[in-house]
């Protein structure tokens, strides 16, 4: 059974950084696309970035473009969210997920979601 556990959130003060992280077990990930998602109170879930396990394009969604980074550690199953000049508006609790075909949009597996806040 696939298992993604988020950690890393917390309260930080506008411009400071965080790093998230999500580990995943129960399967092999080679051929997944890995995401982090995020939803803000009162707001829909939105995309925040993606990468593929063994490589391959990174997107990430224009809000966050240049300030976060998604990356990966395969021999520990890890990926990561490295969040820096964050803003109030970064506000949300964030959320790894895990998709096995990459030509699909949705995700398969998702979890728990980490809280981060941004005080102003």
């Known amino acids: 059974q696939v298992q993604l556990v988020e950690s890393g959130g917390g309260l930080v003060q506008a411009g400071g950084s965080l790093r998230l992280s999500c580990a995943a077990s129960?399967?092999?990930?080679?051929?997944?696309?890995m995401g982090w998602f995020r939803q803000a109170p009162g707001k829909e879930r939105e995309f925040v970035a993606s990468?593929?396990?063994?490589?391959?394009?990174?997107f990430y969604a224009d809000s966050v473009k240049g300030r976060f980074a998604i990356s990966r550690d395969t021999a520990k199953n890890t990926v990561f969210l490295q969040m820096s000049s964050l803003k109030p508006e970064d506000t949300a609790v964030y959320y790894c997920?895990?998709?096995?075909?990459?030509?699909?949009?949705?995700?398969?597996?998702w979890g728990q979601g980490t809280q981060v806040t941004i005080s102003s």
């Open positions: 997920a895990a998709r096995a075909n990459p030509l699909q949009s949705t995700y398969d597996y």
């Open positions: 129960g399967r092999t990930f080679s051929t997944y696309t």
């Open positions: 990468i593929r396990w063994n490589g391959g394009p990174i």
